[in-house]
Nanobody, 114 residues
Protein backbone atom coordinates (compact mmCIF):
# COMPACT_ATOMS: atom_id res chain seq x y z
CA UNK A 1 0.00 0.00 0.00
CA UNK A 2 1.28 3.46 -0.89
CA UNK A 3 -0.06 6.89 -0.02
CA UNK A 4 0.71 9.93 -2.16
CA UNK A 5 -0.14 13.29 -0.63
CA UNK A 6 -0.24 16.67 -2.33
CA UNK A 7 -1.56 20.17 -1.88
CA UNK A 8 0.56 21.76 0.81
CA UNK A 9 2.10 25.18 0.50
CA UNK A 10 2.43 28.67 1.91
CA UNK A 11 -0.67 30.71 2.66
CA UNK A 12 -1.51 33.81 4.64
CA UNK A 13 -3.57 33.61 7.80
CA UNK A 14 -7.25 33.39 6.95
CA UNK A 15 -6.55 31.65 3.68
CA UNK A 16 -7.41 28.17 2.49
CA UNK A 17 -5.64 25.07 1.23
CA UNK A 18 -6.84 21.67 0.11
CA UNK A 19 -4.80 18.55 0.70
CA UNK A 20 -5.28 15.33 -1.22
CA UNK A 21 -3.98 11.84 -0.58
CA UNK A 22 -4.41 8.91 -2.93
CA UNK A 23 -3.94 5.36 -1.71
CA UNK A 24 -2.93 2.53 -4.00
CA UNK A 25 -2.31 -1.17 -3.56
CA UNK A 26 -4.22 -3.91 -1.79
CA UNK A 27 -6.82 -1.86 0.04
CA UNK A 28 -9.75 -3.40 1.84
CA UNK A 29 -13.04 -1.65 1.32
CA UNK A 30 -13.52 -1.17 5.07
CA UNK A 31 -10.84 1.20 6.32
CA UNK A 32 -10.19 4.56 7.89
CA UNK A 33 -8.31 7.39 6.24
CA UNK A 34 -7.14 10.49 7.99
CA UNK A 35 -4.75 13.35 8.38
CA UNK A 36 -2.23 13.96 11.12
CA UNK A 37 0.18 16.85 11.56
CA UNK A 38 3.44 17.46 13.29
CA UNK A 39 4.77 20.89 14.13
CA UNK A 40 8.44 21.45 15.00
CA UNK A 41 9.17 20.24 18.51
CA UNK A 42 5.72 18.73 18.93
CA UNK A 43 4.26 15.27 18.74
CA UNK A 44 2.28 14.13 15.75
CA UNK A 45 -1.42 14.71 16.36
CA UNK A 46 -4.66 13.68 14.73
CA UNK A 47 -6.29 16.39 12.65
CA UNK A 48 -9.25 14.49 11.20
CA UNK A 49 -10.27 10.96 10.30
CA UNK A 50 -13.00 9.47 8.15
CA UNK A 51 -13.95 5.80 8.05
CA UNK A 52 -15.38 4.15 4.96
CA UNK A 53 -18.49 3.64 7.07
CA UNK A 54 -19.27 5.89 10.01
CA UNK A 55 -18.74 9.38 11.32
CA UNK A 56 -15.85 11.72 10.89
CA UNK A 57 -13.65 12.78 13.77
CA UNK A 58 -11.90 16.14 14.17
CA UNK A 59 -9.42 17.62 16.56
CA UNK A 60 -11.05 20.37 18.62
CA UNK A 61 -8.57 22.88 17.26
CA UNK A 62 -9.81 22.48 13.67
CA UNK A 63 -13.54 21.93 14.15
CA UNK A 64 -15.55 24.34 12.06
CA UNK A 65 -12.54 25.24 9.90
CA UNK A 66 -11.39 21.96 8.35
CA UNK A 67 -13.46 19.41 6.46
CA UNK A 68 -12.34 15.88 5.67
CA UNK A 69 -13.93 13.93 2.83
CA UNK A 70 -13.16 10.89 0.75
CA UNK A 71 -13.78 9.36 -2.64
CA UNK A 72 -14.03 5.63 -2.07
CA UNK A 73 -13.90 4.81 -5.78
CA UNK A 74 -10.52 6.53 -5.99
CA UNK A 75 -9.28 5.60 -2.51
CA UNK A 76 -8.56 9.28 -2.01
CA UNK A 77 -8.99 11.44 1.07
CA UNK A 78 -9.16 15.22 1.08
CA UNK A 79 -8.70 17.87 3.72
CA UNK A 80 -10.21 21.27 3.01
CA UNK A 81 -8.62 23.77 5.35
CA UNK A 82 -10.25 27.17 5.71
CA UNK A 83 -9.56 30.12 8.01
CA UNK A 84 -6.01 28.93 8.45
CA UNK A 85 -4.02 30.15 11.42
CA UNK A 86 -0.27 30.35 11.99
CA UNK A 87 -0.62 27.58 14.56
CA UNK A 88 -1.79 25.26 11.77
CA UNK A 89 1.74 25.35 10.39
CA UNK A 90 3.05 21.79 10.34
CA UNK A 91 3.91 18.84 8.16
CA UNK A 92 0.66 17.08 7.36
CA UNK A 93 0.63 13.31 6.92
CA UNK A 94 -2.12 11.23 5.46
CA UNK A 95 -2.86 7.95 7.14
CA UNK A 96 -4.66 4.75 6.22
CA UNK A 97 -5.67 2.02 8.63
CA UNK A 98 -6.34 -1.06 6.58
CA UNK A 99 -6.81 -4.64 7.84
CA UNK A 100 -5.18 -3.74 11.15
CA UNK A 101 -2.12 -2.17 9.56
CA UNK A 102 -1.35 1.57 9.57
CA UNK A 103 0.24 3.25 6.56
CA UNK A 104 1.64 6.77 6.26
CA UNK A 105 2.12 9.14 3.37
CA UNK A 106 5.29 11.12 2.87
CA UNK A 107 4.06 14.34 4.45
CA UNK A 108 3.33 17.71 2.93
CA UNK A 109 4.34 21.04 4.44
CA UNK A 110 1.68 23.61 5.29
CA UNK A 111 2.95 27.02 6.32
CA UNK A 112 0.60 29.78 7.44
CA UNK A 113 2.10 33.25 7.68
CA UNK A 114 0.70 35.88 10.02
Amino acid sequence: VQLQASGGGLVQAGGSLRLSCAASGNIFSINTMGWYRQAPGKQRELVAAIPSIGSTNYADSVKGRFTISRDNARNTVYLQMNSLKPEDTAVYYCNLRNRGVTYWGQGTQVTVSS
